[in-house]
């Protein structure tokens, strides 16, 4: 929930700034020059969105100003506030890989040197920026499919989110050496605070669903109201806004967790707009893009997952559900007792015999 420490695009560049600063040791002698910043693209001759563009560009002129990586004290890894030239606007939020927690990086107490899995079932240390770019790469605008060079938003809101490598003393670095991180860039936005500070009963029905649809799809192992921004458009309309993906595309759905199942909103059908997004979606098409996009050795695992959970989706729009009913069935009551798709799994893995194919798996599944 690193944005919504900050619950508005401008800051005050007085001497609590300045002392934060200190705080995160990430002073720097402009003089030097001692930074680097580039975007980490699959294809460097590519045309990539104009937005996109100006993202990178106003955060390193950020950086080039003297202008330091603020670290957030909200959750488990290191993220920062990235600010512009100005200095008086937040632009974007960093999060480095080797900060995430159980990584050897972690400012936060969580660092390890040993770890694999992450802090959720099924993720993995380090795995996190990934994740985080996956989401916004899956979440497609409406009508139409997600481009590496679109500018659209899309259906479920998720900010703009591409990898970086920036080098940068205002990082962490226990050993003393500065060193280039790659991470997560993702565009800051301007929000009231999260659903955390709000009453559930606020939130319009469509905002919840579209959520709701993100989480699923993604088997999202971290969906609570501290990672969803809330904010208001130009008409006043509440907009919920999410963010911190790096818990989804697991492995499993043992630590599938929605806290919108306990909101009301997830009671209610979906509308006939929302159906019509969830059948235009194919997973195929999804995967492909992701591996186009730099994610070449997506896990077998994940890949079941988010295949399942896609199948999980449009079946349960076919019969009329809503997303409770089909979010109920990806999460446990309790730690120990499985939840109704993994139960499904289970049989259908008992009962395949060796050398079964995957589509032939995935079938049975169905069934």
């Not at 937005?51 to 603020?70: A, C, Q, W």
């Not at 999060?95 to 972690?106: F, H, I, L, S, Y």
């Not at 301007?190 to 993604?218: M, Q, W, Y």
């Not at 929605?258 to 209610?268: C, I, S, T, V």
């Amino acid at each position: 929930m690193e944005q919504s420490k900050a619950t508005s695009s401008s800051r005050n560049p007085g001497k609590s700034t300045t002392d934060k600063y200190e705080e995160t040791g990430s002073s720097i002698d402009a003089s030097k020059r001692n930074l680097l910043f580039k975007p980490v693209t699959v294809n460097p001759e590519g045309t990539i969105p104009s937005v996109l563009s100006d993202l990178f560009k106003s955060t390193e002129e950020g950086l080039r100003k003297g202008n330091n990586p603020i670290r957030s004290d909200e959750g488990t890894g290191g993220a920062y506030l990235m600010l512009d030239a100005s200095g008086t606007t937040y632009v974007s939020v960093f999060k480095p890989t080797d900060e995430e927690p159980r990584a050897v990086n972690n400012p936060k107490g969580y660092a390890s040197s040993v770890a694999v899995e992450g802090l959720r079932k099924g993720t993995t240390v380090g795995g996190g920026a990934l994740r985080e770019v996956a989401a916004y790469l899956l979440d497609h605008p409406i009508g139409e499919r997600r481009s590496l060079a679109g500018e659209r938003e899309g259906f479920s809101g998720v900010p703009l989110t591409f990898m970086a490598t920036i080098l940068h003393k205002g990082f962490n670095h226990p050993d003393g050496v500065i060193k280039e991180k790659t991470g997560s860039l993702q565009m800051f936005m301007k929000n009231d605070g999260s659903c955390e500070d709000f009453g559930n009963s606020t939130f319009p029905v469509e905002e919840v669903h579209k959520i709701a649809v993100l989480d699923i799809r993604l088997a999202n192992t971290d969906r609570h109201g501290g990672n969803i921004l809330m904010s208001k458009d130009k008409d006043g309309k509440v907009v919920l806004i999410p963010i911190d993906h790096g818990y989804s595309l697991p492995t499993s759905f043992e630590d599938c967790t929605f806290e919108w199942l306990y909101w009301p909103q997830a009671r209610k059908p979906f509308s006939p707009e929302t159906i019509d997004y969830i059948k235009s979606l194919d997973v195929d098409e999804d995967i492909d893009l992701l591996k186009l996009s730099g994610w070449t050795n997506l896990p077998s695992e994940c890949a079941r997952t988010f295949r399942i959970s896609a199948m999980l989706l449009k079946k349960g729009v076919e019969k009329g559900l809503t997303p409770f009913a089909i979010g109920n069935m990806m999460c446990r009551e309790n730690i120990e007792k499985q939840s109704v798709i993994e139960k499904i799994i289970q049989k259908v893995e008992d009962a395949m015999p060796p050398g079964t194919s995957e589509a032939e798996f995935l079938e049975a599944v169905e069934r």
